[in-house]
């Protein structure tokens, strides 16, 4: 848990807890994970000057250690994120998890449905071809198939 390390507010008076990992989007915001303070943090530039963060507020989670798959950004339970990389063809963010063993996907509905789709959709063909390739080895004889399978059945 925090120890009075985590405070959001005014880029000079915010607080962090073991910073790792940083990228930014089209705007010009850094996303940085604050990996013992559990959460991902959101520094807004000023304007005008890119290199002066103006404000730090918590993008996703809470500082709390935990694990929770889906939901809400806001209410993520991350332990010690470490990797972090802002896709910004798709707007989207991936945070590694550490703690828990995962990859965090963060952005909005609009932004990941369709990456969702397009990994179910590849996940999908990988099993389609598998099957396939099962199917087509047990019509072609595959020896060790089917032992109850007569002699030479589906042998070409």
Not at 19 to 46: A, E, W
Not at 64 to 91: N, T, Y
Request: contains cysteine; charged residues 20%; hydrophobic residues 35%.
């Amino acid at each position: 848990q925090t120890k009075g390390d985590f405070l959001d507010g005014r880029a000079m008076l915010a607080k962090f807890n073991g910073c790792s990992q940083l990228d930014y989007d089209n705007k010009g915001n850094l996303y940085v994970c604050d990996r013992f303070n559990h959460v991902v943090r959101k520094i807004t530039p000023t304007k005008g000057d890119p290199m002066h963060g103006k404000e730090v507020t918590t993008y996703a989670g809470t500082p709390l250690k935990g694990g929770r798959a889906g939901g809400p950004a806001s209410s993520a339970l991350f332990l010690q994120p470490w990797g972090l990389a802002v896709d910004r063809k798709r707007d989207v963010i991936y945070v590694g998890d550490t703690g828990n063993s995962r990859i965090v996907v963060l952005g909005t509905y609009k932004r990941l449905w369709p990456v969702f789709l397009n990994r179910l959709d590849a996940a999908r063909a990988v099993e389609y071809q598998q099957t396939m390739g099962n199917y087509q080895n047990y019509y072609l004889g595959e020896l060790n198939r089917d032992a109850g399978m007569m002699p030479g059945f589906g042998e070409v």
